[in-house]
């Protein structure tokens, strides 16, 4: 039982024989089911959500000011973990993809930025998993002091 404190998401996603995950600036996941070597950020296809579908609460939290967002990615039995930051400029409204960004850019696909970490950042064990089509990831949204 999550507690009331706690506001969250989970979106899982499938991996894609072109997954790099090297891009320096951002982390995504899409509903896309096929990728190109070019959509470096991209670590997993065929997700169940985008911006538009998220839990409203959490929405709601993204869009004030200043709130921490933990993102963590989950493929097996590795985890790795990310924060990133909430603004009352995101747009959440994408219907097809997530992005978490580094820096403070802000489009109707980005869920949070000023993120700690991107894609490259990725340990390569995971990243390797995520190249198998049959790989399924979690990726789990999370403010919790709010």
């Known amino acids: 039982m999550i507690p009331e404190h706690i506001i969250q998401d989970q979106i899982t996603f499938y991996g894609h024989p072109n997954v790099r995950s090297n891009h320096l600036k951002s982390v995504e996941v899409t509903k896309a089911q096929t990728l190109s070597t070019r959509g470096d950020c991209i670590i997993g296809v065929n997700a169940d959500k985008a911006c538009s579908d998220l839990n409203p609460c959490l929405k709601n939290l993204l869009l004030k000011h200043g709130l921490v967002l933990k993102i963590e990615i989950i493929v097996e039995d590795l985890k790795f973990v990310m924060h990133a930051h909430s603004d009352p400029k995101l747009l959440l ?15 109707p696909r980005t869920v949070a930025i000023s993120c700690d970490k991107a894609s490259s950042d990725i340990p390569r064990e995971m ?6 089509p049959n790989a399924k990831g979690i990726l789990n949204l999370t403010i919790s002091d709010y």
Not at 93 to 107: L, N, Q
């Open 93 to 107: 409204s994408d219907v097809h993809d997530i992005v978490i960004r580094r820096s403070k850019f802000i489009c």
């Open 127 to 132: 990243t390797r998993l995520l190249r198998n």
